[in-house]
C-alpha cells in the first residue's frame, strides 16, 4: 500500500486543482470528439458525396485546424485562455449541431471549415493554462498526464463513434456537441483566468535570431529604480545573455516591433525545435495514414489494422503513468534522442514484415517511443516560450501537427508506390536523423533555458543599497 501511494505521489501528487479541472475538462472533450473521425464516412455514406469530394471536404477541416491553433494562440495571449477556451468549446457545440442538420454539400464543407478553426483553438491555450499554473518542477507529470487523457479519451471516443454512427449520424453530431459543452461547463464552472497580469515596465526584448539565448518578454522584470545597485546588475546579467533595452521613443520608431507571433516565428532555438516535433509528427502519422494502405498490400485484413491501432492505444493508456519516473533522471534532449530512434527502428522493421504478429511486434516499440517522448517534448515547448507570448509558442508548435498530416500522407503515398518496402527504410532513416540532431541541439538549447531561469531568480540586495537602508 505504501509502495502504490508513492507511486501516486509520483505520477499525480502536488498539482493544483485548475490543473485537474483543465484535465477533466479534456478528457471530456476528448471521449466525446468523435463526429470528425465518421466525417468522410458519413460523407460518402449518408450525403452520396465521392471519395474525392469527401477528402477535399476533411481537408477544408484540417486547413480550419492550421488557422485555429494560431488564431487560437494569439486570443489566448491577448484575451484570456479561460475566454478563449470557452468560446472555443461553444463555437464547437453549435457548429457541430449546424453540421447534424446540414443537408448540402457546400455547407458541410464551410461547417467543416469553421469546426476545424474551433476545435484547434484550445489546443495553445490549455497548454499555456496548464504552464501558468502548474510549478516548473511538476509540469512533465502534469504533461504526461495531459497526454493520457488525450489518448484515453480518444480510446473512448473510438469505441462510442462507431456505436452511434451505426444508429444514427445525427446523434453522432448531436452527442458530440452535448460533450464539448459539458466540458465548456466544467471550464466556465472551475477554471479560473491564468493569464498572468503584464508587467507595468516594458522589460528587456531579446534578439530571437540569437539561438542560444533566453527570449522571454516578461520573466526578466527590472527592479524598482531606487534600488540601483540591482538594476545594475540585473541589466548587466541581462546584457550578458543576450538582452538588450528597448529603445527609447525616439529610437523606436522604424526600428522595433512589439513582441509577438512574429516572434515565435523567427526564434531559431525554437523553431529548431518545433522542426524536430514535425519529423516526429511524420514518424507517427505513418501509423493512419501509410500504414494501412501496406497492410492491404501485405493481404492482411481491415481487422488486423485495427488490431495494431488498438495495442498502440492499450500500451498508451496503461503505462503512460509509469513514464515520468522512468525519465526524471534524465536529460530532455537524450530522452527525446531514444524515444525518436525507437520510432525509427519501430517503422524501419515494418519493410520486413508480413503477417500480423511482426506489426503488432513493430507497434509495441514505436508506441513506448511515442511514450517517452511526450512528457519532455512538452516540457521544452514550455521551457522556451516567453511568459506573455506563451500560448501563441504553443500555436506555432502545434502548427507542426496539421503540417505533418499534410506531409505524410502525400509523400508517404508516393514514396509507398514507388519504392515499396524500401519506404519504411527512408522513414527509419529519417527518424534516426532526428535522433542525432536532438543530441546536438539539446546543450544550447538547455543553456538558453538556464539563462531564462537565472533572469527570473530574485537578486539579493546589492551592497550599495543595503549600505543606503542602513544610512
Not at 4 to 15: E, K, M, P
Not at 41 to 56: D, I, K, N, V
Not at 60 to 85: E, M
Request: with cysteine; glycine share 8%; charged share 15%.
Amino acid at each position: 500500500m505504501r509502495a502504490l501511494r508513492r507511486w501516486l505521489d509520483d505520477t499525480a501528487g502536488g498539482l493544483p486543482a485548475t490543473f485537474w479541472y483543465l484535465w477533466a475538462g479534456l478528457l471530456i472533450n476528448r471521449a466525446g470528439a468523435f463526429a470528425m473521425l465518421f466525417l468522410s464516412l458519413y460523407l460518402t455514406a449518408a450525403r452520396g458525396a465521392s471519395e474525392a469530394l469527401a477528402g477535399t471536404v476533411v481537408g477544408a477541416y484540417g486547413l480550419g485546424g492550421a488557422g485555429g491553433v494560431l488564431l487560437g494562440g494569439v486570443l489566448a495571449d491577448r484575451w484570456g485562455r479561460r475566454s478563449t477556451l470557452l468560446a472555443a468549446h461553444l463555437a464547437t457545440a453549435g457548429l457541430m449541431v449546424g453540421l447534424a442538420f446540414s443537408r448540402h454539400l457546400v455547407m458541410i464543407a464551410a461547417l467543416a471549415a469553421l469546426v476545424g478553426v474551433a476545435h484547434s483553438m484550445p489546443s495553445p491555450a490549455f497548454v499555456a493554462a496548464i504552464v501558468d499554473v502548474v510549478p516548473e518542477r511538476r509540469r512533465s507529470r502534469a504533461f504526461n498526464l495531459q497526454f493520457w487523457a488525450f489518448n484515453l479519451g480518444m480510446a473512448v471516443a473510438s469505441l462510442l463513434a462507431g456505436l452511434l454512427a451505426e444508429a444514427s449520424f445525427v446523434a453522432l453530431f448531436l452527442v458530440d456537441a452535448a460533450a464539448t459543452a459539458l466540458a465548456a461547463a466544467v471550464i466556465a464552472w472551475k477554471v479560473p483566468e491564468t493569464l498572468p497580469r503584464r508587467a507595468a515596465k516594458a522589460a528587456p526584448i531579446l534578439d530571437t535570431s540569437r539561438s542560444d539565448r533566453t527570449e522571454s518578454v516578461q520573466d526578466l522584470r527590472l527592479a524598482p529604480v531606487r534600488d540601483s545597485g540591482t538594476v545594475t546588475r540585473r541589466v548587466g546579467r541581462a546584457q550578458r545573455a543576450g538582452w538588450r533595452r528597448p529603445a527609447g521613443p525616439e529610437q523606436r520608431v522604424g526600428r522595433e516591433r512589439q513582441p509577438g507571433l512574429h516572434t515565435a516565428l523567427t526564434d531559431r532555438t525554437f523553431l529548431t525545435f518545433v522542426g524536430l516535433t514535425f519529423v516526429l509528427a511524420v514518424l507517427t502519422m505513418q501509423t493512419s495514414t501509410i500504414m494501412p494502405l501496406a497492410m492491404r498490400s501485405d493481404g492482411l485484413r481491415p481487422s488486423a489494422y485495427g488490431a495494431v491501432v488498438a495495442l498502440g492505444g492499450v500500451l498508451i493508456v496503461l503505462g503512460q503513468l509509469f513514464v515520468p519516473r522512468l525519465i526524471e533522471r534524465h536529460r530532455k534532449d537524450r530522452v527525446l534522442a531514444v524515444s525518436t530512434a525507437l520510432l525509427a527502428l519501430g517503422f524501419a522493421t515494418l519493410a520486413f514484415a508480413d503477417d500480423v504478429a511482426v506489426y503488432l511486434a513493430a507497434a509495441v516499440v514505436w508506441t513506448v517511443g511515442q511514450m517517452l517522448a511526450a512528457p519532455p517534448n512538452a516540457q521544452i515547448n514550455a521551457d522556451l516560450a516567453p511568459l506573455e507570448l506563451r500560448a501563441r509558442y504553443q500555436s506555432v508548435f502545434y502548427l507542426a501537427f496539421p503540417a505533418a498530416s499534410f506531409v505524410a500522407p502525400t509523400l508517404g503515398g508516393v514514396s509507398l508506390q514507388y519504392l515499396g518496402d524500401r519506404h519504411w527504410l527512408i522513414v527509419g532513416g529519417l527518424g534516426l536523423l532526428a535522433a542525432g540532431c536532438h543530441l546536438l541541439a539539446g546543450p544550447p538549447r538547455e543553456r538558453r533555458v538556464a539563462a531564462l531561469r537565472q533572469l527570473s531568480t530574485p537578486l539579493p540586495p546589492s551592497p550599495t543599497s543595503t549600505v543606503s537602508s542602513v544610512r
